[in-house]
């Protein structure tokens, strides 16, 4: 304890009347303006070097609201949030992978994957069980309307409603929605769209009967090596068309990137990575119905190995 003693001088400036006194000195900034005993003149002007304890406990502040938060807390906070974005359950298993995003085990073989920019999309993914698949993506229906003197767009609530119910997907099925973060640079009118955005995809993809899995974009991106600062949205385009190439006409151009974007969230979602050597017979494709044709081409061990696929429609 390191201590300072007032000089007589010193302690006549602290009973002067606060109009009189210095307004850098302690006494003016002391609430209440109350006269201060010698003892506790004295404690003011002592230092101490003593290291202070806090207590590990949740501190509960007077305004109701904790000012720390235990991992369990965070946790149980986290689990009652996921609950709440969760629509009927479909008679399954979930699991948590290490990244703390919920994949289900087993029950629908959909899954969806949303962008909720509003140069985003919605991919609608249909796996078997050999883990072969079929793609679909739609870009995120929107409408003008005036803001001030300008024409802005908005996302499209109803024809979302409209595009949900065409799906049929089974109830449950999960949507992986990649989270809204404000970048400084957005500025505000950037940051009202992508939170608007994001909450009414959530909204209106919970009402239909899905269960929302929210995931940052830097999560799926790291999985998919596409988080360095070096990757651009034309490296997403192009990893989409590699892993559905029945998208690839979709994905061309570079406005596309929501689309591409919105097709490797469900693609992570689901844990889906296609690599060149994968089995896809044409048993497996018919299996699934698909309006594909796909050209196979086998190896010298009479194995088939997936070639470029490629839709009847186009």
């Known amino acids: 304890m390191e201590c300072h003693l007032l000089q007589p001088h010193q302690q006549h400036h602290l009973l002067l009347p606060p109009k009189l006194m210095n307004p850098f000195s302690l006494a003016h900034k002391l609430k209440p303006k109350t006269l201060l005993s010698s003892p506790l003149r004295f404690r003011l002007f002592c230092a101490s070097s003593q290291r202070l304890e806090y207590p590990s406990e949740l501190i509960q502040p007077p305004n109701g609201k904790p000012s720390c938060i235990s991992k369990a807390k965070t946790e149980i906070l986290k689990e009652n949030w996921l609950s709440s974005l969760s629509g009927p359950p ?5 699991s948590l992978s290490n990244d703390g995003i919920e994949r289900r085990i087993g029950g629908s073989e959909w899954v969806l994957g949303v962008d909720p920019d509003l140069s985003g999309a919605l991919a609608l993914l249909k796996f078997d069980h050999s883990g072969c698949a079929s793609a679909e993506v739609f870009d995120s229906p929107f409408v003008q309307v005036p803001v001030g003197k300008r024409l802005r767009r908005r996302l499209d609530a109803r024809s979302i409603v409209e595009l949900l119910k065409s799906f049929d997907a089974p109830t449950g ?6 989270q809204s973060i404000p970048f400084p640079r957005d500025g505000k009118q950037g940051w009202w ?3 608007f955005g994001y909450g009414l995809w959530i909204g209106v993809l919970v009402a239909s009967g899905f269960s929302v899995v929210p995931v940052p974009s830097v999560v799926w991106k790291k999985d998919f090596e596409l988080a360095s600062s070096r990757s651009s949205k034309d490296d997403s385009r192009e990893l989409a068309a590699q892993l559905f190439p ?5 994905l061309k151009r570079k406005k596309d990137h929501g689309r591409a974007e919105a097709v490797l969230i469900a693609a992570y979602g689901k844990g889906h990575k ?4 994968e089995s ?3 048993d497996m494709v018919d299996k699934l119905g698909l309006e594909l044709e796909c050209q196979m081409k086998i190896n010298g061990t009479g194995s088939y190995k997936q070639g470029q696929c490629k839709s009847l429609n186009d």
């Open 280 to 282: 896809c017979t044409p």
């Open 90 to 94: 479909l008679g399954t298993n979930g």
């Open 173 to 178: 099925t999960i949507a992986y929605v990649e």
């Open 274 to 277: 296609l690599k060149p050597d």
């Open 246 to 250: 029945n998208l690839s006409p979709m």
């Open 193 to 195: 769209s992508g939170g």
